[in-house]
């Protein structure tokens, strides 16, 4: 087993990393930019680097520093989280040059899936079903006559594609000369590569996605599905294990495809299959996730598997240590992203100090998180501070653990989608467990409606003890700000700047 | 002491106000009069008791007369105004003269210059775009003026607390 | 099922209590003493009432104070929690008498229990292995011959006793006088009750309890067993589930004696058989708590059951939702009480306002607190502000998450239990998980003694560091008396006063 | 700055202390002078980075010289005195002149009186049992002298804060 690890990423993903580390007795190395020295993940190292100035593309994303850091202070393998270089060949590639093993699976196997013309070839190779559609890179001509000949409703697709960019719904065959040159030209400037395909377009999707592990032995197993259906602009808000409405049969159908699809690239370490399920329950490869997802915390609790723990082992060249046969379900999580950002004003993000931090605790109740009282949330980097993972023996015990959690949950100094979850996890077609992909878009106005998280009598009483806590607040606050006065009368401070401040803080910053 | 204390397109309320003793008030509100006992333990968030029910509540002071105040879940935007933070504001205006600083609230960086220097701009007019955390603000002046310094030059990029822009407010006769 | 309960407690079992009404939907009235105004379980309820004073026999202790407030506030049923009210039976009868569920077993049941030549006896005749002895109460002349008959070692104990008063150990004939007369005296005073019985002494025994759960349909079930044998001076400190070297068939066998107590008795609610478990395996009922214990999260922990849940459940007359062959084992658990005591300085007490509180958190991690940043431990109440429970799914994987759990588990301003953990998991025989009640005694000197838990290189470099910051904190507390001074010099604070309190600080305080 | 650190029944090291900038240290010990970066984040508790390895630090304050620092779960009594401190501690010594008063630091219960009015006492002898969360403790004079007042009687319970004790010095010849 190695003795020391460099985690090549921050926030609660680093911290989530280091417990699996200090678990295992591995010294752990932390990076940071100039504007982290004080983000916890420095503070739950054993070591920690300046790798450079705030934005990513001159820290955390120059490979060539870390594995320098990785070098200099003797760890023998890199972590490399999610997001970042987590899905970067190039990076993997280096490390091995430089002989510092990359905790995840090989370069190439990421190049494989990360151009998703390449990894539909390869899983339909595989077996594995893919949505009906092109496997090539087409030309215009190629793509109008594929339309013509199948029908709308369609996506074009970019095959470096990702993050909903290069990506146009065509419903109409009007539509598809103008979508095609959109998507080439956004796949173009996003991407540097303009190829496109197309696939039939999936009604009333949902996102169903099934862990995988592997060793470098031959063994792989999955570990169940996730359901992430709850999406607010393609990012997810909401992760579910098990799936909703997922029968015995379809669950080991969907296992099997996904390990097949893993060992068809001989893959090693954490990787996920993200699938689409329509209504009639069939299944679809979508894309393959090679690195630890966000939301495992959740599979981590209905399994007992410490996913990352996993990986390390395997990526040390250890056997998985349980097989397929020693792995069941028990009970449900549902896990809670909470970001910095604000659910009544359009969900801008909101940086700032952390004044209090309280997370919810409790039976049933995990908080992985990037943040503690005093931190500072920057401009920087993802806006997630913390995940809400709670457990319950069935899922109507997790969704009331969730809304007790939430409700004890306090971030102040920072605004959270702490309240936009208390609505979600309200909802009667949430409760029911009968969502898609379009839930949010359909049933809450995108993020701005749904439901009041409690009953009539209990809001207006809210209502009454706000009303009246606002007039305490104020008065308060003139009382304070009349003792002040009276000290900047006797000399010291400079109005001059204070008042300055103040106007810009009623002026355009909210 | 009465407050005028307002949501975010919704009621208007006149809450009354008597501290008794620190912590302890008397609140007068839709016509009946409370006790309330308001702790604010650990110097954090406020627990509320009135005649035994009991509330959690988290208050963000948004500067103005702004409060954004949390409740069992539920996030009210209001407005609290009273007597003699009205009559403080408009002392407060008469004190504001001679150029004015504003300042970053946070890093980002200057994506336009909306009101180049000597620009005469109204109270809320945009000045400066600056983008911070993928998001574009709008910085404005405070007050009515001519921009007469600007801090910065589009495409830079700004620490916390740097010289934004400095607008200077129109000369007023004297005993205006 | 009730809309409103009552928590006749304060501290983390209220908040726990809470958490699970909530989760309920039933609403929570707290009740506080005048220096808990500001405690974390009136900031959890819907309700709080000021009952008194801050000594508990003044407030938590009157039942007629908090059943008038449950009436009051029309709270339906009272959870006692455990300590203060929770086994007093005639507070129970008073509940019966006023109309207000009490959630608990009946008083008579109690009060059965809670003799414990009664419950000897009537334990016997179900049929339930006691430690061979008498299950009488006996003059001074009775016990002598049956000491003589059975020959030392034996325990002298006191029919009311509990708590490890009026109990004594006798090893030799010759001190049996002596220790009949003290025990009758120490029985009197604090039980007001001198009655006396007589055991054989188990030697190297081992605590281990079943915790049970029974509703009023006549269905009982056991939730398996904890261990609870590292205890420093009759305190547990540690508790594990499940126990070490319990064969399935000792714990069915333990099993069913718990569920045949219980039944013996018609109980109804959660309660645990604590029973003695020699070097031989043989098992002896010791006592049986008629409440919920403090222990009780380490069972939730590997069975899913909450059992605050429950207990309310059946209170409300509700049956058992689950039969005895849907329970299974699922991984290991372990407690960790952290007591507000400085384990350097023979485990005073260590009352104060928590500066800083940062609580271990992510994988396998449940911390059930009764404290916040800020709060105040006042020297009024029970010492323990937190219970650090982990989850593994193997012990060894327990003891690795307690390690690094108690590794980041912050709690400043006063001192803690928690370096005492810390060297505890670290102890061989621990590890091992071959120890009995002596271990603390023996093996750690009482808690002065132990094994540094980090490594030889680490802790030398540790205290460098310890060296380097100490001289950085005189100096930084140098600097800014330097700046205070120049202060007071203009006039404001009163050195004469300000003397004193730093001259009794260096005093005896400590 | 030098600084003489000693553990509690153990070793003393002399170490070496320069502060370059805020939170930036050249700190010598063991013959040895290294670059350490002692942040205190949030305002609680210390991360310190000295040539890469990072160490979380709890450092407790208990009055005069003494501080418990907690480093990677282990804690260490030490002490830590410089010549100033040593300068000002005897300049201190010369202030204390007339009554000093003795309060209580947290509640608790007066079980015995062990040194009533009158009693000459030496520098902490003890004065006082207090029983506070089950514990007695003993509350000794801070110097020399005589005790020349009681602000509390057996069996009374005290608030923090309380007058316990004063406790007056001997007399000293002038220029002693």
């Given at each position: 087993?190695?003795?020391?690890?460099?985690?090549?990423?921050?926030?609660?993903?680093?911290?989530?990393?280091?417990?699996?580390?200090?678990?295992?007795?591995?010294?752990?190395?932390?990076?940071?930019?100039?504007?982290?020295?004080?983000?916890?993940?420095?503070?739950?190292?054993?070591?920690?680097?300046?790798?450079?100035?705030?934005?990513?593309?001159?820290?955390?994303?120059?490979?060539?520093?870390?594995?320098?850091?990785?070098?200099?202070?003797?760890?023998?393998?890199?972590?490399?989280?999610?997001?970042?270089?987590?899905?970067?060949?190039?990076?993997?590639?280096?490390?091995?040059?430089?002989?510092?093993?990359?905790?995840?699976?090989?370069?190439?196997?990421?190049?494989?899936?990360?151009?998703?013309?390449?990894?539909?070839?390869?899983?339909?190779?595989?077996?594995?079903?893919?949505?009906?559609?092109?496997?090539?890179?087409?030309?215009?001509?190629?793509?109008?006559?594929?339309?013509?000949?199948?029908?709308?409703?369609?996506?074009?697709?970019?095959?470096?594609?990702?993050?909903?960019?290069?990506?146009?719904?065509?419903?109409?065959?009007?539509?598809?000369?103008?979508?095609?040159?959109?998507?080439?030209?956004?796949?173009?400037?996003?991407?540097?590569?303009?190829?496109?395909?197309?696939?039939?377009?999936?009604?009333?999707?949902?996102?169903?996605?099934?862990?995988?592990?592997?060793?470098?032995?031959?063994?792989?197993?999955?570990?169940?599905?996730?359901?992430?259906?709850?999406?607010?602009?393609?990012?997810?808000?909401?992760?579910?294990?098990?799936?909703?409405?997922?029968?015995?049969?379809?669950?080991?159908?969907?296992?099997?495809?996904?390990?097949?699809?893993?060992?068809?690239?001989?893959?090693?370490?954490?990787?996920?299959?993200?699938?689409?399920?329509?209504?009639?329950?069939?299944?679809?490869?979508?894309?393959?996730?090679?690195?630890?997802?966000?939301?495992?915390?959740?599979?981590?609790?209905?399994?007992?598997?410490?996913?990352?723990?996993?990986?390390?082992?395997?990526?040390?060249?250890?056997?998985?240590?349980?097989?397929?046969?020693?792995?069941?379900?028990?009970?449900?999580?549902?896990?809670?992203?909470?970001?910095?950002?604000?659910?009544?004003?359009?969900?801008?993000?909101?940086?700032?100090?952390?004044?209090?931090?309280?997370?919810?605790?409790?039976?049933?109740?995990?908080?992985?998180?990037?943040?503690?009282?005093?931190?500072?949330?920057?401009?920087?980097?993802?806006?997630?501070?913390?995940?809400?993972?709670?457990?319950?023996?069935?899922?109507?015990?997790?969704?009331?653990?969730?809304?007790?959690?939430?409700?004890?949950?306090?971030?102040?100094?920072?605004?959270?989608?702490?309240?936009?979850?208390?609505?979600?996890?309200?909802?009667?077609?949430?409760?029911?467990?009968?969502?898609?992909?379009?839930?949010?878009e359909q049933h809450m106005a995108g993020g701005k409606g749904g439901p009041t998280p409690t009953s009539a009598e209990d809001s207006a009483e809210a209502r009454r003890v706000a009303f009246m806590m606002a007039a305490v607040a104020a008065y308060k606050r003139d009382k304070q700000r009349a003792a002040e006065a009276s000290v900047v009368a006797s000399g010291g401070a400079d109005p001059w700047k204070s008042y300055g401040r103040r106007a810009q803080m009623r002026g355009g910053w909210r | 002491m009465n407050y005028e204390v307002t949501e975010k397109k919704g009621d208007t309320k006149t809450v009354g106000l008597v501290e008794i003793s620190e912590g302890q008030f008397e609140i007068t509100i839709d016509g009946r009069t409370v006790h309330v006992d308001a702790a604010k333990s650990g110097k954090t968030i406020y627990s509320i008791l009135e005649d035994?029910?009991?509330?959690?509540?988290?208050?963000?002071?948004?500067?103005?007369?702004?409060?954004?105040?949390?409740?069992?879940?539920?996030?009210?935007?209001?407005?609290?105004?009273?007597?003699?933070?009205?009559?403080?504001?408009?002392?407060?205006?008469?004190?504001?003269?001679?150029?004015?600083?504003?300042?970053?609230?946070?890093?980002?960086?200057?994506?336009?210059?909306?009101?180049?220097?000597?620009?005469?701009?109204?109270?809320?007019?945009?000045?400066?775009?600056?983008?911070?955390?993928?998001?574009?603000?709008?910085?404005?002046?405070?007050?009515?003026?001519?921009?007469?310094?600007?801090?910065?030059?589009?495409?830079?990029?700004?620490?916390?607390?740097?010289?934004?822009?400095?607008?200077?407010?129109?000369?007023?006769?004297?005993?205006?």
């Open positions: 087993m190695f003795k020391k690890v460099l985690i090549a990423n921050r926030g609660e993903i680093a911290v989530r990393v280091m417990r699996a580390c200090r678990e295992m007795g591995i010294k752990t190395v932390a990076v940071y930019s100039d504007v982290d020295r004080d983000a916890l993940h420095v503070r739950f190292a054993d070591e920690a680097y300046c790798i450079g100035p705030p934005p990513a593309r001159e820290s955390y994303l120059i490979g060539e520093k870390i594995v320098e850091v990785a070098k200099k202070s003797g760890a023998e393998a890199i972590h490399p989280g999610y997001g970042f270089l987590s899905e970067r060949g190039h990076f993997v590639d280096l490390c091995e040059q430089e002989g510092v093993v990359f905790i995840g699976p090989r370069g190439d196997v990421m190049r494989t899936m990360g151009d998703k013309v390449t990894a539909r070839q390869t899983m339909d190779k595989a077996g594995v079903p893919i949505v009906p559609g092109t496997t090539d890179r087409l030309t215009d001509d190629a793509i109008a006559r594929w339309v013509r000949d199948t029908g709308p409703p369609v996506m074009i697709k970019a095959a470096a594609g990702g993050g909903g960019k290069g990506m146009r719904l065509v419903r109409n065959e009007t539509e598809l000369t103008s979508a095609i040159a959109r998507a080439r030209s956004e796949a173009k400037s996003s991407f540097g590569d303009d190829s496109l395909y197309v696939e039939k377009f999936v009604e009333e999707p949902r996102h169903i996605e099934i862990q995988i592990l592997a060793d470098a032995h031959g063994n792989a197993v999955h570990l169940f599905e996730r359901e992430c259906s709850i999406q607010r602009r393609h990012q997810k808000v909401i992760e579910e294990a098990p799936g909703n409405r997922i029968s015995p049969e379809l669950r080991a159908k969907m296992g099997e495809a996904a390990v097949a699809a893993a060992k068809a690239v001989n893959y090693v370490g954490a990787g996920t299959c993200e699938f689409l399920v329509d209504k009639h329950d069939h299944f679809y490869f979508l894309e393959m996730n090679t690195r630890v997802q966000v939301e495992h915390a959740i599979t981590e609790m209905i399994t007992g598997i410490d996913i990352v723990k996993a990986m390390i082992r395997v990526a040390a060249g250890e056997k998985l240590p349980f097989s397929q046969d020693e792995l069941a379900i028990h009970g449900h999580s549902i896990e809670a992203r909470i970001y910095a950002e604000d659910p009544d004003n359009n969900f801008v993000p909101s940086p700032g100090e952390i004044l209090v931090y309280r997370p919810a605790a409790g039976p049933g109740i995990r908080v992985d998180s990037g943040v503690y009282q005093g931190a500072k949330v920057t401009v920087f980097y993802d806006p997630m501070v913390a995940k809400l993972v709670v457990w319950g023996r069935d899922r109507a015990e997790a969704i009331e653990r969730l809304g007790r959690a939430l409700s004890e949950f306090v971030v102040k100094g920072i605004k959270t989608s702490i309240p936009f979850h208390q609505k979600l996890v309200h909802h009667p077609k949430f409760l029911e467990g009968r969502y898609d992909t379009g839930f949010i | 035994g029910k009991q509330f959690e509540v988290i208050i963000d002071d948004n500067g103005g007369h702004g409060f954004d105040v949390l409740v069992g879940g539920q996030l009210f935007h209001l407005e609290a105004r009273d007597e003699r933070a009205r009559l403080l504001a408009s002392t407060a205006k008469v004190v504001v003269s001679g150029p004015q600083r504003v300042e970053a609230e946070m890093p980002g960086k200057v994506v336009k210059i909306v009101s180049p220097v000597g620009t005469a701009v109204a109270e809320g007019q945009g000045v400066i775009i600056l983008e911070a955390m993928k998001m574009e603000n709008e910085i404005k002046s405070p007050f009515e003026g001519t921009i007469t310094d600007l801090g910065v030059s589009e495409g830079q990029t700004v620490e916390s607390g740097a010289l934004l822009f400095v607008v200077t407010p129109p000369e007023k006769p004297e005993g205006a």
